[in-house]
């Protein structure tokens, strides 16, 4: 206990202690003790330790805002550096865990990865599970409309990764700035969500279950959001999970991802522009990059449940030193190790 490090993650939102999975937990890593101090009462108690120096301390979103540079470190969560309030953004603290391949790179990325509990198995009733937004229109603005959006269909569908690249986005002239490059790679890549989850549909009604909240016409059953952490592992544990990626950038294991990975899900994903570096031997198994490998790939699934376990497992221990590369990202940013 006398060599023990602790560094307090403070955030007063709940909602997002749901979305960071057992990151948001407190925990030991080595000779590193994490400890979650969220909500409002016990995000109070972690100001306190924080103006008297007591430790290192990460906030989430900026909430509340550490401007220590010294010991403290925040984390903004789904999003890239835009989402930094602009008061904030000269500061060296700021990391976030998203990057957005059409706007400038992120220089501080606070990668997060998933624990993963041993002994996960597949239900052999398995269902293709997808939960969230697959309708999204700003609401003014200068952005990509329905006409530019149907024109890129087909090739987007065939080519998921064209989305991430920055010549496919010359055709488009009405990136003028980041925050408008930032607004329309959201429209087209839930746009790109739709089409995918459509598809899914029609080839696979009788096993998908959606989510979510719809808007537009479709023979889609929706079923109304979940917003319960304990309802949604039950819902992802032991079946096949979509994801098609953060809207707001590109990047393999965000918030949803690892929320299915450690669920003991079977996580299916959409090539992102991290996706090779990040699934090594397994990006052939649950990585696409169309629409074609997609349908194949749940065919499989569906057909294979040793299959489905086998790459659970090569997952789970793919995984099973995430504790101690947490540990050594903590150590290089508090400790200079």
Same mark, same amino acid.
């Not at 939960?131 to 952005?143: L, N, R």
């Given at each position: 206990?006398?060599?023990k490090?602790y560094?307090?993650?403070i955030f007063?939102n709940? $909602?997002?202690k749901?979305?960071?999975?057992?990151?948001?937990?407190s925990?030991t $890593?080595?000779?590193i003790?994490?400890?979650s101090?969220?909500?409002?009462?016990k995000s109070?108690f972690?100001?306190i330790?924080y103006?008297?120096k007591?430790?290192k301390?990460?906030?989430?979103?900026?909430?509340?805002?550490?401007k220590?540079e010294k010991?403290?470190?925040?984390i903004w969560?789904?999003?890239?550096?835009l989402k930094?309030?602009k008061?904030?953004?000269?500061?060296?603290?700021?990391?976030?865990?998203m990057n957005?391949?059409?706007?400038?790179?992120?220089?501080?990325i606070? %990668?997060?990865?998933?624990?993963?509990?041993?002994?996960n %198995?597949?239900?052999?009733n398995r269902?293709?599970i997808f939960?969230?937004?697959?309708?999204? %229109?700003?609401?003014?603005?200068?952005?990509l409309?329905?006409? /530019?959006?149907?024109d890129c269909k087909? !090739?987007?569908?065939?080519d998921f990764?064209?989305i991430?690249?920055l010549d496919?986005? +010359? +055709?488009f +002239?009405?990136n003028?700035?980041?925050?408008?490059?930032f607004e329309n790679?959201?429209?087209?890549?839930t746009y790109?969500?739709?089409?995918?989850?459509?598809?899914?549909?029609k080839?696979?009604k009788?096993?998908?279950?959606? $989510?979510g909240?719809?808007?537009k016409?479709?023979? !889609?059953?929706?079923i109304s959001?979940i917003?319960n952490?304990?309802k949604?592992?039950?819902? $992802?544990?032991?079946?096949?999970?979509?994801?098609?990626?953060?809207?707001?950038?590109?990047?393999?294991?965000?918030?949803?991802?690892?929320?299915i990975? /450690?669920?003991?899900?079977?996580?299916l994903?959409?090539? %992102?522009?991290d996706?090779?570096n990040?699934?090594d031997?397994?990006? /052939? #198994? !649950?990585?696409?990059n169309?629409? /074609?490998k997609?349908?194949?790939?749940?065919?499989n699934?569906?057909s294979?449940?040793?299959?489905?376990?086998?790459?659970?497992?090569?997952?789970e221990n793919k995984?099973?030193?995430? #504790?101690?590369?947490?540990?050594?990202t903590?150590k290089k !940013?508090f400790? #200079?190790?």
């Open positions: 206990m006398i060599n490090k560094i307090f993650l007063r709940n $909602y997002r749901s979305t960071i999975g057992n990151f948001g937990k925990n $890593y080595g000779n003790k994490l400890v101090l969220s909500g409002r009462i109070i972690g100001r330790l103006f008297m007591l430790g301390f990460i906030s989430v979103d900026g909430d509340p805002f550490l220590n010991n403290s470190i925040n969560f789904s999003g890239t550096s930094v309030k008061r904030f953004q000269n500061l060296k603290n700021n990391y976030v865990n957005n391949p059409i706007i400038e790179k992120e220089k501080k606070f %990668q997060i990865l998933p624990i993963i509990p041993s002994g %198995q597949i239900k052999k269902k293709i939960m969230g937004k697959i309708f999204f %229109q700003p609401q003014k603005g200068d952005f409309c329905q006409e /530019e959006l149907n087909d !090739i987007l569908l065939n990764s064209l991430d690249n496919f986005w +010359k +055709k +002239k009405k003028n700035c980041d925050d408008v490059k790679y959201r429209i087209l890549k790109l969500r739709e089409k995918v989850i459509f598809e899914i549909n080839n696979f009788n096993n998908l279950l959606v $989510y909240q719809s808007i016409d479709s023979d !889609i059953k929706f959001p917003f952490l304990d949604i592992k039950k819902i $992802y544990e032991g079946n096949l999970c979509i994801d098609t990626g953060s809207i707001t950038g590109s990047l393999s294991l965000h918030p949803r991802s690892i929320q990975l /450690e669920s003991g899900g079977l996580l994903q959409t090539k %992102q522009f996706s090779k990040t699934w031997n397994l990006y /052939e #198994k !649950i990585i696409s169309n629409l /074609e997609i349908l194949s790939d749940l065919d699934f569906l294979n449940t040793k299959k489905c376990n086998d790459t659970l497992m090569l997952i995984f099973r030193d995430s #504790k101690k590369h947490i540990g050594e903590l !940013i400790y #200079k190790i």
